[in-house]
């Protein structure tokens, strides 16, 4: 994969095409005047993998940030649908997912998800089109609430203009016996098998995942929950500032312990908004179709407010 370059971009080798329409992100052969670029940026160590998707006209650039393992190829309804919105997309694999470096599935400290987003915006900001926009799935949302929580004093101003989390992570469901089971088990073993679970109601997209995603991690490390573990306790008890987020949540989410997270959102941002999906469950960029539409229109909406 070639160093991202945005002085000489990289084009996607033929290899990169067959993986994109694999994927079904093949917008610059689907959508009329949009450019994909694909390469890597170093962060700590770790080679990520960064999409930059460019239509003729841009309004704007949203960041887009992928849940526990997911990664940049299952995003495709959220980038098609910002792209017809004349909007730039940059999107990078977290480390241990999809094509960037790292043992699957596991991370050293939360930090290292901060210091990747450092990287990726010092990359980019003097290179593509303001406003920025920020939308983080689940564990992706968890990354933009510390970001926005604890590390904006590494910017000038703040980076993001407007901010969604879909489904955000701040406790997962049941996080009680897991933290028991992770005292208990924890010291060892190093890896615990995974259990896929009804996180959508699109049938197709829960085939997909179990059957036919190279990408999919079949084991959850014990170190990512060793890093959680302590993420939640710095994330509960950190102050609150003055900043609005707009959240979309799923009532049918099994995934993430969603009231109590509101919960906490609501102490640490001075505004919050929340809409709420009667049906939805927790992959809300894959839900069905209805679903997912209703997501879009909310998302249109948060983007357009002044």
């Known amino acids: 994969m070639p160093v991202f370059d945005f002085k000489n971009l990289p084009e996607l080798t033929e290899e990169a095409k ?9 917008f610059c052969d689907t959508l ?36 526990y393992f997911d990664h940049v190829g299952l995003y495709g309804h959220l980038i098609k649908h910002c792209l017809e919105q ?29 210091l990747a987003l450092k990287s990726c915006v010092t990359l980019c900001q003097d290179n593509i089109t303001a406003p920025f926009y920020g939308i983080g799935q689940s564990t992706g949302g968890a990354v ?42 924890g010291p060892f073993i190093s890896t615990w098998k995974r259990v896929f679970s009804e996180n959508s109601n699109d049938p197709v997209f829960i085939k997909f995942l179990k059957k ?15 890093a959680l573990r302590l993420w939640i306790r710095a994330i509960e008890s950190t102050g609150s500032i003055k900043g609005h987020v707009s959240i979309v949540q799923g009532k049918r989410d099994m995934t993430v312990d969603w009231r109590h997270n509101i919960t906490v959102l609501q102490q640490k941002f001075s505004e919050v908004d929340v809409h709420y999906l009667p049906k939805g469950r927790h992959h809300l960029v894959n839900e069905s179709e209805e679903i997912r539409q209703d997501v879009f229109n909310y998302i249109d909406g948060v983007l357009a407010s002044s």
């Open 32 to 67: 009329p005047d949009v450019n994909h670029y694909l390469g890597s940026f170093d962060s700590l160590g770790y080679r990520m993998a960064m999409h930059y998707y460019l239509p003729k006209t841009i309004k704007g650039t949203v960041f887009i940030f992928h849940g």
């Open 212 to 226: 036919h995603d190279p990408l999919q991690s079949r084991i959850m490390s014990i170190e990512w929950i060793t």
């Open 144 to 185: 933009l609430i510390d970001h926005l929580l604890n590390r904006t004093q590494q910017f000038a101003e703040p980076f993001f203009e407007k901010v969604v989390l879909l489904a955000p992570l701040v406790r997962p469901m049941g996080w009680k016996g897991a933290l028991f089971m992770h005292s208990v088990v």
């Open 18 to 26: 067959r993986y994109c329409r694999y994927y079904q992100i093949d």
């Open 86 to 114: 004349n909007l730039a997309v940059i999107a990078y694999d977290l480390p241990g997912h999809g094509l960037s470096s790292g043992r699957p599935t596991a991370i050293k400290s939360f930090d290292d998800y901060q």
